[in-house]
């Protein structure tokens, strides 16, 4: 935005002010991730930039910490660990959060904020609060410790995600399709899969994809709540930061935001498609 | 005032109330029988009932007392996609995420018909709502009143007995208004089809129905043919409701068989039919339409009684003449004169005579 010829000293001086504040704002976000790609790629076993890195030199990086992720069966178990807990966690946390969503954006639900309030609450609870509750309570019934346990928790987690994604789009979702629906003689689950399925599945996608991220990402409840059987990525990271000081962590880190990237960018390049199909937004 | 409903009725709404926070009726005791083939219009302003009735019928609400009967069977306990009852909705609800042909398809493919079936159904309906050529685009490439005919088809095409529309004109442009209502009326006629039909419109009422069902208040206020409505309406709301109307406030001095004299509040006397008034000395409000007040004495019955009026504005319409006056004290008393080289062109501040009929100035209820 050009500042108008008619702006004063205090506005252009704002004008410039607030595109470094904006700058700065930026670069703390971003700086910290974009470090630890470079750092990766370090032949050395240090978490710092050598001075052949500076120079460029070749010999100053190298592949080896993403040999050893690949090869080292710690990192593959944690690996596969994640791969199985995270989907199962989101498929959870869609199926309910978007059930829930649904029923909460009823009129006539009685206390339906309230309702709303507990089960977003596991994003607003502190998470080692979170964590402890679910290890005691869990430990009861038998679930700490198991594979089911952490999933149960990860999608406790992604629910509240889906709420809010799914909710958003409901807002604009038009009530008299279902009642079109059920005019036309479809029973309220064709009505559901053909016609408000569709139409909120962008907000069911986000809500997935965070609920997914949250699951992959999580650190603190799978420590509690989990066992070694259950020792995902981001765990494996954190022993690996107490106890080995590796810079494989670095190179885990960089394939996750790499695969992070390429997620958020599938997924929104999949709604915009399915949109464009929709006839909804201008092609 | 409600008729009682008949049991030979293809709709029958018997005794029906509803109220939405269980204290105040927004339908009170409602009768109301559709014949086959009939096309209904409920007509009255925002609040009165209509839509939710409209509502009922299709299943959306539920009736807190009374029954409602479809071709005789009560329909309270069956679920709305049970009823087999097309619908044109107010914004069309056209799904957006599927083609004209695939919105179309939907009734027939959840009725488990066979894809040939379907799809000569399907071109049939578009043709009669003149879109067979949209069948591949999806509603939001259409116009409003192409996404308008795509919704008829819609109700249309699995061949439901009843329909009904609510507002579905609406937001459309007057022109293409006046054309769709012709089309639609023509459509259900042709058809055969009963229609139930929602507006606030009293002229879309007036040029589309057989019967219009005037609602105030959660009530039927008259339930009549549009051209009995017009001119024969049976209280003040329906006179005030339907078409341009002036009223003039007084006492009933006189009654004799179907003619009686009202005394107005300052004094003047005037011929009127009784309607809902019975004893001398009821307080009444007479109604006449603008069209029906002569000042040409030579048309008027011999000792007739006369108002005097001051003209107050002339305005000319082109096929007609509009002129506000002053009547009784009334400074809103329009009458409306046909454009013809012998009538004269009344001037600001002039004194007239007028009177009517006594026929046409009916005393309704104060």
Same mark, same amino acid.
């Given at each position: 935005?050009?500042?108008?010829?008619?702006?004063?000293?205090?506005?252009?001086?704002?004008?410039?002010?607030?595109?470094?504040?904006?700058?700065?704002?930026?670069?703390?976000?971003?700086?910290?991730?974009?470090?630890?790609?470079?750092?990766?790629?370090?032949?050395?076993?240090?978490?710092?930039?050598?001075?052949?890195?500076?120079?460029?030199?070749?010999?100053?990086?190298?592949?080896?910490?993403?040999?050893?992720?690949?090869?080292?069966?710690?990192?593959? +178990?944690?690996?596969?660990?994640?791969?199985?807990?995270?989907?199962?966690?989101?498929?959870?946390?869609?199926?309910?959060?978007?059930?829930?969503?649904?029923?909460?954006?009823?009129?006539?639900?009685?206390?339906?904020?309230?309702?709303?309030?507990?089960?977003?609450?596991?994003?607003?609870?502190?998470?080692?609060?979170?964590?402890?509750?679910?290890?005691?309570?869990?430990?009861?019934?038998?679930?700490?410790?198991?594979?089911?346990?952490?999933?149960?928790?990860?999608?406790?987690?992604?629910?509240?995600?889906?709420?809010?994604?799914?909710?958003?789009?409901?807002?604009?979702?038009?009530?008299?399709?279902?009642?079109?629906?059920?005019?036309?003689?479809?029973?309220?689950?064709?009505?559901?899969?053909?016609?408000?399925?569709?139409?909120?599945?962008?907000?069911?996608?986000?809500?997935?994809?965070?609920?997914?991220?949250?699951?992959? +990402?999580?650190?603190?409840?799978?420590?509690?709540?989990?066992?070694?059987?259950?020792?995902?990525?981001?765990?494996?990271?954190?022993?690996?930061?107490?106890?080995?000081?590796?810079?494989?962590?670095?190179?885990?880190?960089?394939?996750?935001?790499?695969?992070?990237?390429?997620?958020?960018?599938?997924?929104?390049?999949?709604?915009?498609?399915?949109?464009?199909?929709?006839?909804?937004?201008?092609? | 005032?409600?008729?009682?409903?008949?049991?030979?009725?293809?709709?029958?709404?018997?005794?029906?109330?509803?109220?939405?926070?269980?204290?105040?009726?927004? =339908?009170?005791?409602?009768?109301?029988?559709?014949?086959?083939?009939?096309?209904?219009?409920?007509?009255?302003?925002?609040?009165?009932?209509?839509?939710?009735?409209?509502?009922?019928?299709?299943?959306?609400?539920?009736?807190?007392?009374?029954?409602?009967?479809?071709?005789?069977?009560?329909?309270?306990?069956?679920?709305?996609?049970?009823?087999?009852?097309?619908?044109?909705?107010?914004?069309?609800?056209?799904?957006?995420?599927?083609?004209?042909?695939?919105?179309?398809?939907?009734?027939?493919?959840?009725?488990?018909?066979?894809?040939?079936?379907?799809?000569?159904?399907?071109?049939?309906?578009?043709?009669?709502?003149?879109?067979?050529?949209?069948?591949?685009?999806?509603?939001?490439?259409?116009?409003?009143?192409?996404?308008?005919?795509?919704?008829?088809?819609?109700?249309?095409?699995?061949?439901?007995?009843?329909?009904?529309?609510?507002?579905?004109?609406?937001?459309?442009?007057?022109?293409?208004?006046?054309?769709?209502?012709? !089309?639609?009326?023509?459509?259900?006629?042709?058809?055969?089809?009963?229609?139930?039909?929602?507006?606030?419109?009293?002229?879309?009422?007036?040029?589309?129905?057989?019967?219009?069902?005037?609602?105030?208040?959660?009530?039927?206020?008259?339930?009549?043919?549009?051209?009995?409505?017009?001119?024969?309406?049976?209280?003040?709301?329906?006179?005030?409701?339907?078409?341009?109307?002036?009223?003039?406030?007084?006492?009933?001095?006189?009654?004799?068989?179907?003619?009686?004299?009202?005394?107005?509040?300052?004094? !003047?006397?005037?011929?009127?039919?009784?309607?809902?008034?019975?004893? =001398?000395?009821?307080?009444?409000?007479?109604?006449?339409?603008?069209?029906?007040?002569?000042?040409?004495?030579?048309?008027?019955?011999?000792?007739?009684?006369?108002?005097?009026?001051?003209?107050?504005?002339?305005?000319?319409?082109?096929?007609?003449?509009?002129?506000?006056?002053?009547?009784?004290?009334?400074?809103?008393?329009?009458?409306?004169?046909?454009?013809?080289?012998? =009538?004269?062109?009344?001037?600001?501040?002039?004194?007239?005579?007028?009177?009517?009929?006594?026929?046409?100035?009916?005393?309704?209820?104060?």
């Amino acid at each position: 935005m050009a500042l108008p010829p008619y702006a004063s000293t205090g506005q252009r001086v704002w004008h410039y002010t607030f595109r470094v504040i904006c700058g700065l704002i930026f670069f703390f976000l971003i700086a910290p991730i974009v470090v630890v790609i470079p750092l990766s790629f370090n032949s050395q076993d240090f978490f710092t930039f050598t001075k052949e890195m500076l120079s460029f030199d070749p010999a100053g990086y190298s592949l080896k910490h993403y040999r050893d992720f690949f090869g080292n069966p710690d990192w593959q +178990d944690a690996l596969w660990n994640s791969v199985k807990i995270a989907p199962a966690a989101t498929l959870l946390s869609v199926s309910l959060g978007t059930l829930a969503a649904i029923g909460l954006s009823q009129p006539h639900v009685p206390a339906r904020r309230a309702i709303m309030a507990t089960l977003i609450s596991p994003m607003i609870v502190p998470l080692i609060i979170s964590a402890a509750g679910m290890y005691f309570f869990y430990s009861r019934i038998g679930l700490a410790g198991t594979y089911w346990g952490v999933v149960l928790a990860h999608a406790a987690l992604g629910i509240p995600f889906v709420i809010i994604t799914v909710t958003a789009t409901l807002v604009g979702f038009d009530r008299s399709l279902t009642r079109a629906a059920a005019n036309m003689g479809a029973d309220p689950v064709t009505t559901f899969f053909r016609v408000q399925m569709p139409l909120i599945l962008p907000g069911v996608i986000s809500g997935a994809l965070f609920a997914f991220i949250t699951s992959f +990402d999580e650190v603190v409840v799978v420590i509690f709540v989990g066992s070694a059987k259950q020792q995902t990525l981001p765990w494996q990271m954190f022993t690996g930061l107490r106890e080995q000081i590796s810079p494989t962590i670095l190179a885990v880190a960089t394939i996750l935001v790499v695969i992070s990237i390429a997620l958020l960018t599938t997924v929104e390049l999949l709604r915009r498609r399915s949109e464009r199909l929709r006839g909804m937004s201008p092609g | 005032m409600a008729e009682t409903a008949s049991d030979d009725g293809f709709v029958v709404f018997d005794r029906v109330q509803k109220s939405y926070d269980g204290e105040t009726l927004v =339908v009170k005791d409602l009768n109301l029988s559709v014949a086959k083939g009939e096309f209904l219009t409920m007509l009255g302003p925002s609040g009165s009932g209509k839509t939710t009735c409209l509502m009922m019928l299709a299943g959306f609400e539920t009736a807190t007392h009374g029954d409602i009967r479809l071709g005789g069977q009560p329909i309270n306990n069956i679920p709305p996609h049970k009823r087999g009852i097309g619908m044109v909705f107010q914004n069309y609800a056209l799904f957006p995420h599927m083609t004209i042909a695939e919105n179309l398809a939907f009734p027939l493919e959840v009725r488990k018909i066979g894809k040939s079936d379907r799809e000569a159904k399907i071109k049939r309906a578009l043709d009669m709502v003149e879109m067979g050529d949209f069948g591949g685009r999806r509603p939001a490439q259409l116009s409003g009143g192409q996404q308008q005919r795509i919704a008829l088809a819609r109700a249309l095409v699995f061949e439901p007995e009843l329909v009904l529309m609510d507002e579905p004109l609406g937001a459309l442009d007057k022109q293409l208004r006046e054309k769709m209502q012709f !089309e639609i009326t023509h459509l259900a006629h042709n058809l055969g089809i009963t229609t139930v039909y929602v507006t606030h419109d009293q002229t879309e009422a007036l040029t589309m129905s057989d019967n219009v069902a005037v609602f105030d208040d959660g009530r039927i206020q008259q339930l009549a043919p549009p051209d009995l409505l017009y001119e024969k309406p049976e209280n003040s709301f329906v006179a005030q409701f339907i078409g341009e109307n002036n009223t003039l406030e007084g006492v009933v001095t006189e009654i004799s068989g179907d003619t009686c004299v009202v005394r107005l509040d300052d004094g !003047e006397e005037l011929d009127a039919t009784p309607i809902n008034v019975s004893n =001398v000395g009821d307080r009444t409000t007479v109604s006449i339409r603008p069209e029906r007040v002569e000042y040409n004495k030579e048309r008027l019955q011999k000792g007739a009684h006369t108002l005097k009026a001051e003209v107050l504005e002339f305005i000319y319409m082109g096929d007609i003449f509009r002129t506000r006056l002053r009547v009784a004290g009334n400074d809103e008393f329009i009458i409306k004169t046909r454009n013809a080289p012998d =009538v004269e062109r009344l001037k600001p501040g002039q004194q007239i005579e007028i009177g009517w009929l006594p026929q046409d100035c009916r005393a309704l209820d104060a």
